[in-house]
């Protein structure tokens, strides 16, 4: 049975469930996002381990990012995203769960973070190809803006209450939260009527060599495409930035900000980068009206790099605060700007793959070295030399975007008001 699609977002019920799936599964992590370094920092006030927190949210997409995507290409992406969900519930409410019991350790937080991640990364492969699908390509970017949008205004209010909630509640049994988001998302995508994968017929069997042909065909496509290619690089750039300065916020927040590791204060300096987020997914849209996806990169980048570095100098928590609203704005915008061209110059059958392969350079190799080398940064000259340090590498993105490619599709679109053209291949 065919369904049509309404021409309105906010009016195809289907998208509305996908929206909430999203959110909720948002809000989640977003907890666990705070939750879980504030409690390896608590159990054993070592800069290193926080920071190792934080790299084993991107570590996973090293190991099984290519894989997943290239499965989440053959098979159903709504069974696998409902598949997904139900085993992060589980494995969530294992760590309070734990706490209740009183036999909770470092160890197991480690583990817990790095698996729940690992199976995150299929059904992100399946959630990338899935919304072309659902929503169809000419509407993909509104689509991402509805999404980026509710993630920044939850970025918003969940950090203050989070860090409200820390200061009377032990952070292990707020992750009761994120693993109740899990099941609630698998509930939501389970309602979803219209497919989110088109046809599978006439497939090769599933077998090692063909899994590792169509990871081959996915990372061919990006590095062929240039607008692909050079996005990605710069992400990978901007990854490593984010990454080092996400490692030591929460020690960046208790010794230097002297804002401790809960409270209002505490879940401001975390939340404005929710309302610079939100500015960045309104806007996307409308920026697009006016200038070409490769533009928006290259002004934007400059701006997230620059505030890469005067952040962490804010001698004020409230400072800062300003200072990580402006950055979010155009770390996010550069983004889910990126997110979006992705999705709308990749052929159907390679969305997964191609997608997944981008997330795994910027997110897994970007973020992961970056949230490493900034413990490392952090703890050998304090948290504020370490971000500083790291923001500094904002800048090499900045030179890669200029001197690539980007340049020439963007003045080659010029006039296009966004529209994705074919493909700039070279």
Not at 390 to 411: D, E, H
């Amino acid at each position: 049975m065919t369904t049509v699609m309404p021409p309105r977002l906010r009016d195809d019920p289907d998208f509305r469930r996908y929206w909430l799936a999203r959110a909720l599964s948002i809000t989640g992590s977003m907890v666990t996002a705070i939750a879980l370094p504030v409690l390896v920092y608590r159990l054993s006030g070592s800069t290193v381990l926080t920071a190792l927190v934080t790299a084993l949210e991107s570590a996973p997409y090293l190991l099984t990012g290519l894989f997943a995507g290239a499965l989440a290409d053959r098979w159903n992406r709504r069974r696998v995203m409902i598949t997904a969900d139900c085993v992060n519930a589980a494995l969530v409410g294992s760590v309070p769960v734990a706490h209740l019991l009183g036999v909770l350790s470092i160890a197991q937080v480690l583990v817990v973070a790095f698996t729940v991640q690992s199976v995150y990364t299929f059904f992100d492969g399946a959630n990338f190809g899935a919304l072309p699908v659902l929503v169809g390509r000419a509407r993909v970017a509104r689509a991402n803006s509805a999404v980026w949008t509710a993630s920044s205004l939850i970025e918003l209010f969940v950090p203050p209450l989070t860090g409200l909630t820390l200061a009377v509640l032990d952070p292990a049994s707020l992750l009761t939260l994120d693993a109740l988001s899990f099941a609630a998302s698998a509930f939501a995508v389970r309602g979803i009527v219209r497919a989110m994968s088109e046809s599978r017929e006439g497939q090769p069997p599933l077998r090692p060599r063909v899994v590792l042909a169509d990871i081959g065909d996915g990372l061919r496509y990006l590095v062929r495409h240039a607008g692909v290619r050079t996005m990605t690089i710069v992400g990978s750039v901007q990854s490593f930035t984010g990454g080092g300065f996400m490692a030591l916020i929460v020690v960046w927040c208790d010794r230097v900000l002297h804002v401790g590791t809960s409270g209002l204060r505490f879940g401001l300096v975390w939340g404005t980068w929710g309302i610079g987020g939100m500015i960045a997914a309104l806007s996307l849209p409308r920026l697009l009206k006016r200038m070409p996806p490769a533009a928006i990169t290259l002004y934007a980048l400059p701006v997230s790099a620059l505030l890469g570095v005067l952040s962490p100098l804010s001698p004020h928590w409230v400072v800062a605060a300003l200072a990580l609203l402006v950055w979010g704005s155009a770390y996010v915008l550069v983004v889910v700007n990126a997110v979006s061209y992705r999705q709308q110059v990749t052929p159907e059958k390679l969305l997964g793959r191609v997608n997944t392969a981008g997330r795994m350079l910027s997110w897994g190799v970007g973020w992961t070295l970056g949230s490493l080398v900034g413990g490392v940064l952090g703890n050998a000259f304090g948290p504020r030399t370490g971000m500083v340090l790291m923001g500094l590498c904002g800048f090499v993105g900045v030179v890669i975007a200029w001197t690539s490619p980007l340049r020439r599709i963007a003045a080659g679109q010029e006039g296009g008001h966004g529209g994705v053209h074919e493909a700039e291949v070279s």
